[in-house]
Structure formats: C-alpha cells, structure tokens
C-alpha cells in the first residue's frame, strides 16, 4: 500500500510570538507569506495578482518600503515590532480575507497613493492607463479644462487626472457622504483644494448648471448573478458602489440619458462597465460604442462623444 502524501498544515496554528522569534529577515518573512497565501487560496485583485505579488506588497507595505527598494534589503534584520507589524498582517489576510489595502489603508492609482478603506472601493481601474497620458487620445492640442469624476469614491481619479493636468479644474461627484469623506482626504493628501472639489450629488443632479469637457466614470456595474457569487475579499467593499441591478446597468443608463446635458459641444464621455460590456451591447445595439484598448489589462471601458450622443439620444431616453 502506497504512503500518503503528507499533509500541509499552516504555520498560522503556531501564535505570532513562535513565528516572530523564527522569522527574522525580510526574506524570511516574505517567503512565508507568500506560503501562507498560496495555501489559504486567497483571491486577489485588488492591486495584486498572485500570492507572492500580495506577499510582496504586504511587507513593503508594512515597512513603508518602497516597490522598487534595493534587492540588498532582503536580508536586513527587521526589529521585532516590524516582524511582529507584518506576522499580524498576514493572519489578519488570511483569516478575515479583508482586501491588503484596507489592512494597509492605502493603495495607488496611477502612479500616486491614495487614502482607502471601507468606504470606498478599491482602486483599479485601467482608466488609469488614460490618466497617465492625459486623455491626449481626445484632447490632442488643449487638455480638457474641466473634468468630472462621476461616482469618485475615493477620489482617484479625478485627483490623479488634476495631477497630471496640472491646469485643470475637477469635480469630484458621489452620492455617499461616507466616500466623500474619504474623497476630501485624498484631496487634501494630494494639496489639489484649489483646483478639485468633492460634490454630494446622486449623479448629476447635485450638478446642474455645470458643463464639462470631459466626463470619467467608474459607477456601479456589477449584475446580480456576479455580484453573488464574488469571492469573500469583494464583499468588504462597499455593495453601493458595486451593484446595479439584474444587468449592471442601472446606473449607466441614466449617465448616457443625462451626461449629454452636462458635456460642451467638443466634450467625451468616458464610462466603465466591466464585464456587463454584454450587456450594453445588447441593450444599445445600434450606438457605436468605442471600447478602449489597455497595455496593462482591462475591459469594458467605452468612449462616446457629445455629438455621438446627440445622434443616439433617442436610444438612451
């Protein structure tokens, strides 16, 4: 008769006392977080796409090293409150499967950080890709002189678009009191008061009388059947900024039947949806819908632009 296969057991089953005195350089600790992740079966997603990614960001994270610190660092002896910082992190991880920039209170957007926590989603876009060149594919010769991020959140992107436009004026708009909490932080982070203002607004109606050159969006867009099967590390985020309706597109069908009334002539409409990109398809099937390309990963952003949604305006009512 054959033996068995040994059974792996987590070192998690030791307290954090035992696994501090035996981890003790950052290599140490890295390698075994990344062990731990990968046999906890984590999901990631929320900035990182593996166990060693995660385990990677979690001890840099907590050592507020940053990503691209000298190899050599490795075998630098942490001090046992940094040991014990990281081995409390990773439990925490694997047991309550809280997403790590919540553990962490941060995470990065385009290139810059940004202040995260329940309240907010996490950061990750690929519209950042489009931040990071100014929307130039658009606006070629003049960047957009106001912008509108719609359903902000924490505020990413229409502070890291203020960042890099460095002439631009940006609304921040929301319908949680509690997200724009979070927004006015990150916007006194970035020290972007006077060019962005955080906006309490059920999408445009907190708005009126105001006109945009370009408006971005990542809203809710999730459709039921995902939204109930998502992993455990997704339902820490807030449900409001997540789910709309048996399609996903409760939201984004009122965005195309009103952003047209608060774009300039010349003004884009930019829109996130997903994996519910089916279903805009074929609810809309005559718009000419632009799906946009991603160097990093990514679907289901569209582009309209206002004349576009002159022409369709009939198929958004």
Known sequence: ??????????????????????????????????????????????????????????????????????PAVLDARLLP???ARIVALVRERITTRRPLPYLLGEAFFAGFPFDVDERVLIPRSPIAELVETGFVAWFPEEPPARVLDLCTGSGCIGIATALYLSGGEVDLADISADALAVAKQNIQRHDVGLRVRAVLSDLFA???????????????????????????????????????????????????????????????????????????????????FL???????????????ATELDAHAASFA
């Open 81 to 83: 409150m940094e040991r």
């Open 206 to 288: 907190g708005l009126a009388g105001q006109r945009y050159d370009l408006i971005v969006s990542n809203p809710p867009y999730v459709d039921a059947r995902d939204l109930a099967t998502m992993p455990a590390e997704y339902r820490h985020e807030p449900e409001l900024a997540l789910g709309a309706g048996a399609d996903g597109l409760d939201i984004v069908r009122r965005i195309l039947r009103e952003a047209r009334d608060h774009l300039t002539d010349d003004g884009v409409l930019i829109v996130e949806v997903g994996n519910s990109d089916r279903h805009l398809e074929a609810a809309f099937p005559e718009v000419p």
């Open 1 to 70: 008769m054959a033996n068995s296969a040994p059974v792996s057991r987590s070192t998690l089953i030791l307290d954090d006392e035992a696994l501090c005195r035996d981890l003790i350089t950052l290599r140490d600790l890295l390698r075994w977080a990344a062990s731990e992740f990968h046999q906890a079966g984590l999901s990631h997603g929320h900035g990182t796409d593996s166990p060693w990614d995660e385990a990677v960001a979690l001890t840099l994270g907590a050592l507020h090293l940053p990503w691209d610190v000298d």
């Open 291 to 305: 799906w946009l390309d991603f160097e990093r990963g990514g679907q289901g952003v569209f582009a309209l632009t």
